[in-house]
């Protein structure tokens, strides 16, 4: 991409472990800071996803979650092209090895 070019679309993604997190702030820190990246930028959020209790450190996210639903979505070109994915932070994705 082209640095003159601006994000148009994102999907955003969110994650927490366990029980315990779903009684604190994860889900709505998570929400409500992509929300601000996104009006900061120009960017429109057009489809949010969120793993509750769904692990990063074992890729349950992966196998079982949503994250892996969007990334099927991807190989079978159901996303549209150029789409960004909007996460906190890149152990919300994974805390895997990078070569898993």
Excluded: W
């Excluded at 994102?10 to 998570?30: H, K, L, P």
């Excluded at 960017?43 to 079982?64: A, L, P, Q």
């Amino acid at each position: 991409m082209k640095q003159t070019e601006k994000l148009c679309e994102a999907i955003f993604y969110g994650r927490f472990s366990n029980d315990e997190q779903c009684e604190g702030d994860s889900r709505r820190r998570q929400s409500e800071g992509a929300v601000r990246y996104a009006q900061t930028h120009g960017i429109r959020i057009v489809r949010k996803e969120f793993d509750e209790g769904r692990s990063g450190y074992t890729g349950e996210n992966i196998t079982h979650g949503k994250l892996g639903e969007v990334l099927s979505d991807i190989s079978e070109n159901k996303i549209k092209r150029g789409t960004s994915l909007l996460t906190e932070s890149f152990d919300r994705l994974s805390r895997q090895s990078p070569l898993v």
